[in-house]
């Protein structure tokens, strides 16, 4: 195996040719990959390696000689620290672009299309302040407790007081619990040391409705300072109606266990998309951008052509929004989810919606399905959002046994879409590949795709 010719630490000079699909600048040094953090495609750089592999290397940006046109001088002063985004000194247009590409990528080097028909990126016309959840991490440092994301690359927990692409009243729940944290010397949990009682904070917003959810994730089942906490977050802002504490005492990280304790209001927040009505629990999948999920819903049932005996299936439906979204256009939608409280949620919403042509299942998908195939159900039309994993191979296997005409796969990972996509082109036709930007100033993307059933078109 041949040596790196570079080491950790060592500072090079690179010229940057293309970007990878995490918005990464790709140069080389003898053949030898390097992608920097920060670099954009024509500029020459100075930069410091912080990772070798025997493949390629990573490295962040020291300096540039005259910048690309692609350029922009990032708005965030954590920017330059903080891991939330990836491509905020790329130019919106730039953005935009580079994100078509990367959809194009996948699909012609993973699922075999030679040529890729991916539309244009639709964009938002002010993407700032859009996300409406927010999980901020907690780590002890010796001037005291501090709240923010993950530096790239890196465990190191940078300090936010404010995030420029989550919601206003995100912001200012974290301001309040912050405050608490700081007046009740509340310690995050340190795992080496087995000490500490906070390992993050969980903020949810009600866009359409302004409704706040705010939680602490704790590794300890007691919440220090419980009624200042309280307070101080319903001092902040009035629409706080939801205060919670989860805690999660066996899992690594920040997420979110199962097991939650509701401290003051409601257990679920509310809010709108179009004409509907949703109601939101802290586990619910919800999409994180409302004003762009409206474009993306609107794509989906213009591409589903439904009609009065069409019959719908809403795989990983989540609380049910993109099938109660399509419901009144078709004559029933069938929602798989596999977790319960999220098809509680969307039964729940399926009421306050006077919706009554929805049935939703609570299990796997991959288990689910073939049963509902085997029980000689029909499909006219089967919308697929699963996770960033993309849908388990048992249930592209019924997919491809059941053939229903249509198949609407809405995905926020490029790769795995296109790794599904290779396996349904078997017996479907690609027929429309269309992202959309949920995620601005980060590299994610949201893709929706139309795939018609061969022999059907």
Same mark, same amino acid.
């Given at each position: 195996?041949? #040596? ?12 940057? /040719? ?34 070798? #592999? ?45 994100? +078509? ?82 007046? !009740? ?5 340190? /795992?080496? /040391? ?27 089942? !007691? ?42 209001? #409601? ?25 762009? #999920?409206?474009?993306? =819903?609107? =794509? ?23 099938? +109660? ?24 919403? !399926? ?8 049935? =939703? ?32 191979? +048992? ?63």
């Amino acid at each position: 195996m041949k #040596t790196p010719p570079i080491k950790i630490k060592e500072f090079i000079d690179i010229h940057i /040719e293309s970007l990878n699909s995490e918005g990464q600048g790709v140069g080389r040094i003898d053949g030898y990959v390097v992608f920097v953090v920060g670099a954009l495609p024509g500029e020459d750089c100075n930069v410091q390696i912080f990772k070798v #592999t025997p493949k390629y290397a990573i490295a962040r940006l020291v300096k540039y000689e005259k910048p690309s046109k692609l350029r922009e001088k990032p708005v965030c002063s954590h920017y330059s620290k903080c891991g939330g985004c990836q491509i905020q000194h790329m130019k919106y247009p730039a953005q935009l672009l580079f994100k +078509q590409s990367k959809v194009i990528q996948a699909i012609v080097k993973i699922a075999g299309k030679k040529e890729a028909i991916v539309s244009p990126t639709i964009g938002m016309d002010t993407p700032w302040f859009y996300r409406n959840k927010s999980i901020f991490s907690s780590v002890n440092t010796v001037e005291g407790t501090i709240v923010g994301m993950y530096q790239n690359h890196s465990h190191k927990v940078v300090e936010i007081d404010k995030c420029i692409i989550a919601h206003q009243k995100i912001n200012s729940a974290l301001s309040a619990a912050k405050d608490w944290i700081k007046r !009740s010397n509340i310690l995050a949990y340190d /795992e080496i /040391e087995s000490r500490g009682d906070l390992r993050a904070l969980f903020a949810r917003v009600g866009v359409n409705t302004g409704q706040v959810m705010v939680g602490a994730i704790t590794h300890t089942d !007691s919440l220090p300072e419980v009624d200042t906490f309280t307070t101080l977050l319903r001092r902040a802002d009035n629409d706080i109606v939801s205060i919670f504490q989860n805690i999660n005492a066996h899992q690594k990280g920040e997420r979110l266990s199962f097991d939650t304790k509701f401290i003051w209001g #409601t257990h679920t927040i509310a809010d709108s998309l179009g004409k509907l009505r949703f109601n939101i629990s802290p586990y619910s999948f919800y999409q994180i951008n409302p004003v762009q #999920t409206k474009k993306l =819903y609107d =794509y989906v049932l213009e591409k589903s052509d439904l009609n009065s005996e069409s019959i719908v299936l809403d795989a990983y439906c989540g609380v049910g929004t993109i099938g +109660q979204y399509l419901a009144k256009q078709c004559k029933e939608v069938i929602g798989i989810e596999s977790v319960i409280d999220a098809i509680n949620d969307a039964k729940e919403n !399926s009421r306050i919606n006077n919706i009554r042509n929805t049935k =939703y299942i609570a299990g796997n998908c991959a288990t689910v399905f073939p049963q509902l195939i085997d029980s000689n159900i029909s499909f006219d039309v089967v919308i697929v959002d699963p996770p960033r994993k993309g849908c388990e191979r +048992q249930f592209i296997d019924a997919l491809l046994k059941a053939t229903p005409p249509k198949i609407i796969y809405v995905s926020c990972n490029p790769s795995t879409l296109a790794r599904d996509i290779k396996a349904l082109l078997v017996r479907y036709n690609l027929v429309s590949v269309q992202p959309f930007d949920m995620f601005p100033q980060t590299d994610h993307v949201e893709t929706v795709t139309l795939l018609e059933r061969k022999g059907s078109i």
